[in-house]
């Protein structure tokens, strides 16, 4: 039953701190309390072990032992012996009070995620812009900036174009984010920073590669598909794909010259890395 309570315990609650009292202490005290309660669950029953223990011989005129097999409890596990089944809890304290302070503990919302999202994104929007060296008043920066063709010309750190809120399930969330030039660890750094903004804490706990340029979880190839027939005819099915998607990129850049469709082998239309979809 305590292990049962203690799954029951993965959330978010609310808690009522009155004038006087420290944050600290009240999070110790909702502790103990919690620990109180997992650790006075009727503990199960013994597991048995056999134990051959000595005995008088039945049905003899001797006075002789002998050695019997006796189920008996074992009490490795027994409160007495190993001490209360929980010791520690972790609990976390969002928004702060201070001593003189009363109210509710409890803030993270998914308005107040969102916010936080919209000036993550606006930030880096403007970095974007920055690193892209156009001229903001011209019509070539306005045409590209309509068809989302802004890119950083030279190296620059990790760029968000996009980021939102799929799924909002305290004390879970799921992020779809949009970005260039990014690690998997910067990643999770940015989950991090989005706790640090909301005045909590906050761990990325899977990280999932979903697009990579025109190529979807749907285009990639599964083990069994490591082949030279399926991989020639998965670039034979992305080929238009990948041309057309490198005119769009480079057609600011390069006019209105044409690029080399699939039957003109001489240009590259495949990027050098076309599998990396999940890390």
């Known amino acids: 039953m305590g292990s049962a309570g ?22 110790d005290t909702v502790e103990m309390q919690l620990l109180k309660g997992l650790n006075d669950f009727k503990p199960p029953p013994p597991k048995q072990r056999i134990r051959f223990l000595l005995s008088p011989v039945e049905d003899s ?15 490795t596990n027994h409160p007495l012996v190993r001490g209360p089944a929980f010791t520690n809890l972790k609990i976390g304290v969002g928004h702060r009070l201070d001593v003189q302070a009363s109210g509710v503990l409890d803030h993270v919302t ?12 606006g930030s880096h929007q403007k970095a974007l812009v920055t690193y892209s060296n156009l001229d903001l008043q011209s ?26 809120c799929l799924h909002f399930a305290p004390p879970e ?27 909590t804490t906050a761990v990325c706990s899977q ?7 025109p190529f979807t979880l749907d285009d990639a190839l599964l083990r069994t598909q490591w082949n030279l027939h399926s991989i020639q005819d998965a670039i034979r099915a992305a080929a238009p794909r990948v041309a057309a ?29 076309a599998s990396g979809l999940e890390p």
């Open 6 to 27: 203690l799954a029951r315990l993965h959330g978010l609650f609310a808690v009522y701190k009155p004038p006087g009292l420290k944050w600290l202490h009240l999070r």
């Open 173 to 199: 969330f799921l992020l779809e984010v949009q970005c260039m030039h990014e690690t998997q660890q910067q990643l999770r750094k940015l989950v991090h920073e989005i706790g640090l903004e909301l005045r």
């Open 207 to 213: 990280v999932r590669r979903t697009r990579d340029g």
């Open 61 to 75: 005129e001797e006075k002789g032992l002998t050695l019997t097999a006796t189920s008996v409890p074992s009490l």
């Open 245 to 273: 998607e490198l005119e769009k990129s480079l057609r600011p850049l390069s006019g209105t010259q044409p690029l080399p469709g699939p039957a003109e082998p001489q240009g590259s239309a495949h990027p050098s890395s």
């Open 139 to 164: 019509q070539e920066a306005y045409e590209m900036a309509v068809r989302g063709l802004i890119r950083p010309m030279n190296k620059s750190p990790m760029l968000i174009c996009g980021i939102r």
């Open 110 to 121: 998914r308005a107040k995620l969102e916010r936080i999202l919209s000036v993550i994104q």
